[in-house]
């Protein structure tokens, strides 16, 4: 069995990152949580007992690293698979093997096994024939079968961070010194590209190579226009279909609740430079307009969906002014989430209790005969001077379902509540009881 790295050391030289794997847990940058000593996988390896893990991350974090650094730690023999390469007839023969050899199975991409080959995987980690340690980019909460999930120790692994970013570019050029190549970099260009990595190792270590070899024997200083060059097409890291979409997304709509223009403006750029749907953005900028802004400011409501009208005409790079324009408008907006709050009290109601039956007043009296069934007595609003009636409309208790969220501010539902008092000389309900 072999992996990527493996498949290109027959092929030739190694890439940067295969060649800077870890030797052992000590070697690895970043990941405290997982590999700190007194930490579960170290207990583990010391007990000789690994089991079941699952190393859960974005691409570049280490997963295979560790996994391999874990069983050199062990003193097994590293069987890699890909789920998308390898059979049920692949496992069954690791299975075979480990019963003579003491082997650390790991497979990449694991999500991707089938109920089949899962069953197979499980076999041998209940029986206790190898360990086994399994790597995804998905939430495995999500994306695993739960028969797995339950079997295995899950461990998060998270991007690394500028400075463990920048560790990582300095130990590669370490490396490529004492293979002979002499890259000059500044302080400057080195943390540019731990930033534009993402938290990812491999990614950073890719561009560190592409902009170093090639160059003869003489030492090459790198240039910012190297840099552009090489960066000239490098997205930022965001899988639109994995955790970093949610992840960002939910952090957008957060930064709008929470009111963080800038916030607000920085994720959205991640979402637009990671190519997301200009028309989805315009739908969660919908959504949060009433969720989050509401009766505060009915106005925000108007430029969201005006926002999502636009970018169905126009599309990027234009959409990209639009879609700030409506997302700064729900940030920058006082907040209410009455009508959220109201709506779901309302349907949780209706979903648990028997249905109210509708007052006699209220009900249709547009007919002949509806007089005689007792359908009278409606009061019309606008007959009055102030345009309200006391009338009972439901069996509903005032402020059950509706509580305001008016603040000290001069927003519609401050300027209702008030309006309101004064024609019916009651305070109006308010979140709290406030």
Known sequence: MSDLFDSGAALGRKPLAAQLRPATLDDVIGQAAATAPGSILRRRIAGGALGSVILYGPPGVGKTSIARAVGTMLGKSFRPLHATRSGVADIRKLADEARMVPLLIFVDEVQRFSATQTDDLLAICEEGTADFIGATTGNPYHVLTPALVSRSTILKLEPLTIEEMEQVVRRGIDHLRGEGVEAVLTD???????????????????????????????????????????????????????????????????????????????????????????????????????????????????????????VE????????????????????????????????????????????AVPLHLRDAHYKGAEALGHVGYRFPHDDPRGWVEQVYSPIAKGTLYQSDARDAATFEKRADEYWQRVTGEAQPRKGGK
Request: glycine content about 8%; some cysteine; hydrophobic content about 45%.
């Open 313 to 356: 005409k126009i599309g990027y790079p234009e959409a990209q002014i639009v879609l700030a324009h409506a997302a700064l408008h729900v940030a920058r907006a006082p907040k209410s989430g009455s009508a959220c709050r109201g709506i779901s009290a309302a349907l949780h109601v209706v979903a648990n209790q028997p249905p109210a």
């Open 188 to 310: 400057g260009q080195v943390r540019r590209i731990a930033g534009r990595s993402g938290g990812d190792a491999r990614r950073a270590l890719t561009t560190l190579e592409s902009l170093a070899v090639g160059h003869g024997a003489k030492p090459v200083t790198i240039t910012d226009a190297m840099l552009d060059e090489a960066y000239a097409a490098a997205p930022v890291n965001h899988d639109r279909s994995g955790d970093a979409h949610y992840d960002v997304v939910s952090a957008f709509v957060k930064s709008m609740r929470g009111s963080d223009p800038d916030a607000t403006l920085y994720w959205l750029a991640r979402l637009i430079h990671g190519g997301e749907d200009p028309r989805y953005i315009a739908r969660r900028i919908m959504i949060h307009a009433s969720e989050d802004v509401g009766l505060a400011d009915n106005a925000a409501l108007q430029t969201a969906v005006a926002a999502a009208q636009a």
